[in-house]
């Protein structure tokens, strides 16, 4: 599996068919729930970071904040302008690991696990470090990720659907502290591979590395719901740092 398998994956046609039951109402709830427990005025501007298909950046913006978005993928970015066409979010591409501001923001979201795709800590808190520098006093950090003890414990090693006229594989495995995905599609006949791959971190390993870069512990919560965090039963871990 190649380390970047994410450009592939996230390239595909085939990406929207295998998330379709991840929908917006899905991302309105996580975003009504991180709006009502922070504190930003009409002034305050946002940054959906590694924004995929905009579901979160676009109801932002439909809520009259002032956004901005990037994604390493063209495809997705893509997809964010079809979205979009009434709220029109800034979106501009870039790689998680390289991208700088000059801009001083009041939140910086980090969602639907769109962290811990690299090989090294370092390649992945990067982002989470730099950004401590162009967020404003009082700003906050939101990361939305995998609960680690819950995966761990709950892990379905195989399964198969049908969406559509799609026949769809996935294989699962914890290897070397990764969650790994083989992803089998048929389609017509003709079968394509894509692979996924997150580093499982622990909630307490998380809070050491935020606090390390300067941050301070807010808010956690289990799910897009709001129920408090419990690390054997919760599915998510919804971590809410402030600077």
């Keep these: 599996m190649e380390k970047d398998w994410f450009k592939d994956w996230f390239a595909s046609e085939e990406y929207n068919s295998v ?13 009504d729930l ?7 005025n ?9 924004c995929g298909r905009g579901r979160h950046l676009n109801y932002l913006a439909s809520l009259k904040l002032n956004v901005i978005g990037f994604d390493l993928s063209m495809q997705f970015l893509f997809q964010v302008k079809q979205k979009s066409l009434k709220v029109n979010p800034a979106i501009f591409r870039a790689d998680i690991r390289e991208v700088c501001f000059k801009k001083k923001f009041d939140l910086v979201l980090n969602l639907f696990t769109s962290f811990g795709y690299f090989e090294t800590d370092e390649e992945n808190f990067r982002f ?3 950004t401590f ?20 414990q709950n892990l379905i090693p195989y399964s198969k659907r049908l969406i559509g006229d799609i026949v769809l594989e996935e294989f699962r495995e914890i290897k070397n502290d990764r969650v790994i995905k083989k992803i089998l599609i048929e389609r017509g006949g003709k079968k394509k591979i894509f692979h996924e791959s997150v580093k499982l971190y622990s909630k307490d390993f998380l809070l050491e590395q935020f ?21 054997i039963k919760s599915e998510r871990l919804i971590m809410i740092f402030q600077k």
Aim: net charge negative.
């Design 19 to 31: 998330y379709n039951h991840r929908d917006e109402d899905d991302a309105k709830k996580l975003i």
């Design 34 to 40: 991180i709006l009502s427990h922070i504190t930003l």
């Design 42 to 50: 009409n002034n305050s501007l946002l940054l959906d970071a590694a």
């Design 128 to 130: 989470v470090k730099k």
């Design 133 to 152: 520098s162009f967020l404003n006093d009082n700003g906050y950090y939101v990361l939305d990720y995998l609960n680690k003890s819950y995966l761990t």
């Design 211 to 231: 606090i390390s870069f300067g941050y301070s512990y807010f808010k956690l919560f289990g799910d897009y719901e709001g129920h408090p965090y419990d690390e």
